[in-house]
Structure formats: structure tokens, C-alpha cells
């Protein structure tokens, strides 16, 4: 089902709204940077195509889709994708139908640009900046773990490979899951950069995981370097971009 739009005047937010199973479907967007061009429904997924019509790089972009839900969506955590959105350029976003809300309204709440700086609500742009605070600090102490990995790889044999991988997953699962730098849990900068310590912490866990099953299948020494090579390259890329503040 396509949206029905309505325009406003400009001194408003822009509003779009699109009636789905008896229900209504209202995306409020007050960002100057981001047009809505359309909504799309099917199931319980909404389908938003946007567009970037500011003149900058938007690297990242915080909407919800509930009164307590929020999503963000930041190309910094991205191995592959440099941009999230370069000017002129257009995405499909699919959001969740919140189940038990037959009104649903999803917000566009910010915008993060290369250049570090942002629109949109104040509290929202300090959590994206936040997040990626915790999570480039957790990924400084997993940087050596990839490292030690690729060095056994490429000179040791398949079970010293074996047991670095446990030792690694065993320092892996104990990374802090709180900010280092004595931030007071009362502060509203707290939850945001732990978020981001979690994240990356759970993601390096996983990846050893993955590394584990995948040598005790039979995968070759050389498959396993080249694995573990990708692993650490994508992993430095991350890395830099969040050290960059972009």
C-alpha cells in the first residue's frame, strides 16, 4: 500500500500518512537534511524511502518507531559501507510495525554528518556520538586479539591455532562492559557509551565463535588466514572510522 502525502505548510513538520489494516501509519519528519519520499506497507514491516538533500555526507540517522523505541542506523559501525547517504542519493528503510500500537508514528530525530557534526534532537545526537565512543574504545583492546590471531595463523600449526582461539575468546568474554573513564552511571551518557562497549564486545565474541567451529570442521590453515585476515581488516576499517569522528 503507497502512502497518501500531505503537504504542509513549511513552517510545520512534514507530514506523511498511510492508512494499513484500519490503522494509521503517521511519519513526522523535522530533519532539513532528510526528505521522506514515500511510505510503503506490507505485514508488520513499513517500507520509508528517503533521501539526503543536504549538501553533506550523512553518515548516520536516528528515527522511532514508537513512543519507547528508537533505531539508529550509523555507517561508521559499517566495514563495507563508507556513507550512509551522500547528497542526492536515496535508501529504503524497512521499520517494524509496533505490535500493539495500531497508530503507529515513526520520527526522524537526527542526522550525523561526515564532518562529526549533526541535526536534529540534542539528547539523540549525544547518544549516537556516545555509542561510538564505547564502542571504538572496546574495539582498541580487541585490535591485539586479531593481531596474535593472524600471526599464529601464518606460523603456527592448527593447534596452537586452536588453543590461542580459546584463550582469545576466554579474554573476549571478560572485556568490561562499562565506560573506563569514571563516567557516573547517573550521567545521560552512561547507557549509550555501554551500549556501545556491549556491541562490539558481543561481536568480537561471536567472530571467535565462528572461527572455532570453522577449524574444528576441517577448514584448511590457509582458508583460516585468509578468514581471520578479513576479520582483522574489517575490524581496523571500523576502527579507524570511529577514531577519525566522522
Do not use: C
Request: overall charge negative; aromatic content about 4%.
Amino acid at each position: 500500500m503507497k502512502s497518501l502525502v500531505l503537504f504542509l505548510p513549511s513552517a510545520f513538520p512534514l507530514l506523511q500518512t498511510v492508512l494499513m489494516a484500519e490503522a494509521q501509519v503517521v511519519v513526522e519528519n523535522q530533519l532539513q537534511a532528510v526528505e521522506v519520499l514515500s511510505i510503503e506497507t506490507g505485514g508488520q514491516v513499513i517500507q520509508l524511502t528517503i533521501r539526503n538533500v543536504s549538501p553533506r555526507n550523512i553518515m548516520a540517522i536516528d528515527f522511532a518507531n514508537s513512543e519507547s523505541s528508537t533505531l539508529t542506523i550509523d555507517s561508521d559501525f559499517s566495514a563495507t559501507d563508507d556513507v550512509l547517504l551522500i547528497p542526492g542519493a536515496s535508501k529504503v528503510m524497512n521499520v517494524d510495525v509496533v505490535p500493539g500500537q495500531p497508530n503507529s508514528k515513526i520520527g526522524f530525530l537526527a542526522v550525523v554528518f561526515d564532518d562529526g557534526t549533526g541535526e536534529g534532537v540534542p539528547a539523540r545526537l549525544d547518544i549516537i556520538k556516545n555509542t561510538r565512543l564505547g564502542h571504538r574504545d572496546q574495539l582498541r583492546r580487541i585490535a591485539s586479539f586479531w593481531s596474535s590471531l593472524l600471526t599464529t595463523a601464518q606460523t603456527g600449526d592448527e593447534s596452537s591455532l586452536n588453543e590461542l582461539l580459546a584463550t582469545v575468546l576466554a579474554e573476549a568474554s571478560a572485556l568490561p562492559e562499562v565506560p573506563a573513564d569514571g563516567i557516573a552511571t547517573t550521567n545521560h551518557n552512561y547507557p549509550a557509551q555501554q551500549m556501545g562497549l556491549i556491541a562490539a564486545k558481543h561481536e568480537a565474541v561471536r567472530e571467535i565463535q565462528n572461527l572455532q567451529q570453522r577449524l574444528a570442521t576441517g577448514l584448511s590453515k590457509e582458508a583460516m588466514e585468509l578468514l581471520i585476515r578479513a576479520f582483522k581488516d574489517q575490524h581496523h576499517k571500523v576502527l579507524a572510522k570511529l577514531e577519525k569522528g566522522g
